[in-house]
């Protein structure tokens, strides 16, 4: 029996176990969509907790493999388990639907969720990097927490883009992550260095699932990497971002082939999986 029937399985705890087996591993892209397909399907049928914790755990594994539509029916799932509700508010999307009422430190303005969920208190870019907190969502006169897809609402944003903020003009809930994966992704070397350097920039900025995430990402690219610099990039990355690197991602690097590395990039690797040589250890 294939992965895939076994998370549609009639047993919840084959579907459980299933479940638990995706988050327990690195996908390719290819794999991740159809993976995430297959979960949100499982996931929106689930009457199982358990079998339902394990496949929001396993979605947030494939995040980037959910599509559009696969969110808006994650939204619909009542009560929403804590780890969706973090996971709908990072895909959220917000275009502006009528002209700014700019006022003293906050804006009013009507919108229109495109994707996802955002939530009070989140932070979203404009188009021209700046950012904005969604401090109040207000829907049909009532103060809500999160705004659904396809709906309409007033809310007051905070924040140095919220003053020049103009209609149809797109918010989208910080991006950063989605666009260091997909930088990771670019045939370019120079690209995917690049999309390494900014994964590590602060890595205090992250929370514990953007951090695996971008883990994730930078270990399927190491291991496939042709280009040195690109490779030295992505493994400094992962140093730098070292509390967030999970047991895939050491199973991944464990992977590479160490004696085939040029020799300069071989302490990254051994300090990841801390498997240096004694000779090799730097002395305290």
Same mark, same amino acid.
């Given at each position: 029996?294939?992965?895939?029937?076994?998370?549609?399985?009639?047993? %919840?705890?084959?579907?459980?176990?299933?479940?638990?087996?995706?988050?327990?591993?690195?996908?390719g892209p290819g794999a991740e969509a159809e993976l995430a397909g297959v979960?949100?399907?499982?996931?929106?049928?689930?009457?199982?907790?358990?079998?339902?914790?394990?496949q929001v755990g396993a979605l947030v594994a494939v995040e980037a493999g959910i599509s559009d539509l696969g969110l808006q029916r994650l939204g619909l799932l009542w009560p929403a388990p804590p780890a969706l509700e973090r996971l709908l508010a990072r895909?959220?999307?917000?275009?502006?639907?009528a002209p700014v009422t700019p006022g003293g430190a906050a804006t009013l303005a009507v919108v229109?969720?495109?994707?996802?969920? %955002?939530?009070?208190?989140?932070?979203?870019?404009?188009? +021209?990097?700046?950012?904005?907190?969604?401090?109040?969502?207000?829907l049909y006169g009532r103060a809500?927490?999160?705004? +659904?897809?396809?709906s309409t609402a007033?809310?007051?944003?905070?924040?140095?883009?919220?003053?020049?903020?103009?209609? /149809?003009?797109?918010?989208d809930a910080d991006p950063r992550v989605r666009e260091c994966v997909q930088g990771l992704l670019s045939p370019d070397p120079r690209l995917r260095?690049?999309?390494?350097?900014?994964?590590?920039?602060? %890595?205090?900025? /992250?929370?514990?699932?953007?951090?695996?995430?971008?883990?994730?990402?930078?270990?399927?690219?190491?291991?496939?990497?042709?280009d040195p610099q690109a490779l030295e990039g992505e493994l400094h990355a992962l140093l730098r971002l070292g509390v967030f690197v999970s047991f895939p991602v050491l199973v991944l690097l464990r992977g590479l082939?160490?004696?085939?590395?040029? %020799?300069?990039?071989?302490?990254?690797?051994?300090?990841?999986?801390?498997?240096?040589p004694p000779g090799d250890r730097i002395r305290q």
């Open positions: 029996m294939g992965l895939t029937e076994q998370l549609v399985h009639p047993d %919840p705890r084959q579907r459980e176990g299933a479940a638990r087996w995706v988050s327990g591993a690195v996908w979960l949100v399907e499982a996931a929106c049928g689930e009457e199982d907790p358990a079998a339902l914790e394990a895909a959220g999307r917000l275009q502006v639907s229109r969720c495109l994707r996802g969920a %955002p939530r009070t208190g989140s932070r979203l870019r404009t188009a +021209d990097g700046a950012w904005v907190v969604l401090e109040r969502i207000e809500v927490d999160r705004l +659904d897809a396809g007033r809310v007051l944003l905070s924040g140095t883009g919220a003053r020049a903020l103009q209609e /149809w003009d797109r918010l260095r690049l999309a390494a350097a900014e994964a590590c920039d602060r %890595p205090d900025s /992250w929370d514990d699932e953007a951090g695996r995430r971008l883990c994730a990402a930078l270990a399927r690219a190491a291991a496939a990497e042709t082939e160490r004696a085939a590395l040029p %020799p300069s990039l071989r302490p990254y690797l051994d300090d990841l999986l801390d498997e240096r």
